[in-house]
């Protein structure tokens, strides 16, 4: 039984409840960023190359067609599929990196510790031996 107690303590600590609602959350941003890519930005980076953005491709070894009208045997790196990743990629690293600058701009700062209090400096303390020594 304590095995069990034990792992209910960990899973439900609240930094682990925390990072569950965040991996959730962040899994469905990132489907909203990939659909604001393909659908937003790609065509209009795709203007530029009067293609589709995802199907730019460089091939490095052309295919040849069968007899179902297929292609082949074709070698290409799928460039514009990476591009776009990497811009997902981005929007997700700048929007994360704003969300935790602003988070850490409201968390309440702390107030610094008081300092102790200090003691006499040396010249109190010579003083004071001082006139200790002229009342003997």
Do not use: C, H, W
């Amino acid at each position: 039984m304590g095995f069990i107690k034990e792992f209910k303590d960990f899973a439900m600590k609240g930094n682990l409840v925390d990072i569950a609602v965040g991996f959730v959350m962040g899994a469905a941003f990132n489907k909203v960023v990939s659909s604001f890519t393909g659908g937003i930005v790609s065509p209009l980076v795709g203007l530029l190359f009067q293609s589709d953005f995802n199907d730019l491709k460089y091939t490095i070894k052309e295919g040849t067609m069968n007899d179902a009208g297929e292609t082949v045997g074709e070698i290409t790196v799928m460039y514009g599929e990476f591009l776009t990743n990497v811009i997902d990629f981005l929007i997700v690293a700048f929007v994360m990196f704003m969300i935790v600058k602003g988070v850490n701009k409201m968390k309440k700062k702390e107030e610094p510790a008081p300092e102790a209090p200090k003691g006499p400096t040396q010249e109190e303390l010579l003083a004071e031996i001082r006139d200790l020594l002229k009342k003997q």
